[in-house]
């Protein structure tokens, strides 16, 4: 037997399916866990050692929906229910 071209047509099992999670196609059925981000652990799987894999999930890799108001609202100390002054116009 070799474990070249000939073993590669025999090949039609799929051991990754997608995750819920994250999305991408490495969700093990068997063991029933994403090798990527390790679902159904609550925490997300990271490592140090994959310092790009960090990078293209981190935080301001998506929409940041919520996150990306707050260096506004904090300038304005989070006031909400008031309109801001207007600035008065120099002469």
């Not at 991408?24 to 994959?50: D, E, F, L, T, V």
């Not at 981190?58 to 996150?67: A, D, E, K």
């Not at 506004?72 to 120099?90: C, L, Q």
Request: charged share 30%.
């Amino acid at each position: 037997m070799t474990k070249g071209t000939q073993a590669f047509g025999k090949r039609h099992n799929k051991s990754h399916t997608l995750c819920r999670r994250c999305g991408k196609s490495s969700y093990h059925i068997q063991k029933a866990q994403c090798a990527s981000c390790g679902y159904p652990a609550a925490k997300m799987r990271k490592y140090n050692w994959a310092a790009k894999a960090l990078r293209r999930r981190t935080t301001g890799s998506g929409r940041m929906r919520h996150l990306k108001d707050m260096p506004r609202r904090a300038k304005n100390g989070f006031r909400e229910g008031t309109t801001a002054t207007k600035k008065k116009v120099s002469a």
